[in-house]
């Protein structure tokens, strides 16, 4: 099992930063991947910024060049860098994160944060 907490939400005006951080602990062998998601009352969960245990990250292009997700697996915390920030961008930010319960096993299960909320707004 994996417990996340998230911080780092709030109310920004359009243009400014904010970052969001989001910590794993509990019982598990590695953490293969660290995402972080949005939605919107009414809308499907998007994904924003993925991260790999290898180095690798993607971006949607509705953020790209604009958000920046940094993961430390040897720490198992990751970030989200969220600059320029348009009204645009409110919603509820999830942290994800897929890990390897042992060793013995490749199966990923795949785990959610509660939630921060951004806003965006003059």
């Known amino acids: 099992q994996v417990q996340l907490v998230e911080s780092g939400g709030g109310l920004v005006q359009p243009g400014e930063s904010l970052r969001l951080s989001c910590a794993a602990s509990?019982?598990?062998?590695?953490?293969?991947?660290m995402n972080w998601y949005r939605q919107l009352p009414g809308k499907k969960r998007e994904l924003v910024a993925a991260?790999?245990?290898?180095?690798?990250?993607n971006y949607p292009y509705s953020v790209l060049g604009r958000f920046t997700i940094s993961g430390d697996y040897a720490k198992n915390t990751v970030s989200l860098q969220m600059n320029s920030l348009k009204p645009e961008d409110t919603a509820v930010y999830f942290c994800?994160?897929?890990?390897?319960?042992?060793?013995?096993?490749?199966?990923?299960?795949?785990?959610w944060g509660q939630g921060t909320q951004v806003t965006v707004s003059s």
């Open positions: 994800n994160v897929q890990a390897r319960a042992s060793p013995a096993t490749t199966v990923v299960d795949n785990y």
């Open positions: 509990g019982n598990f062998f590695r953490i293969t991947r």
């Open positions: 991260s790999g245990n290898d180095g690798t990250t």
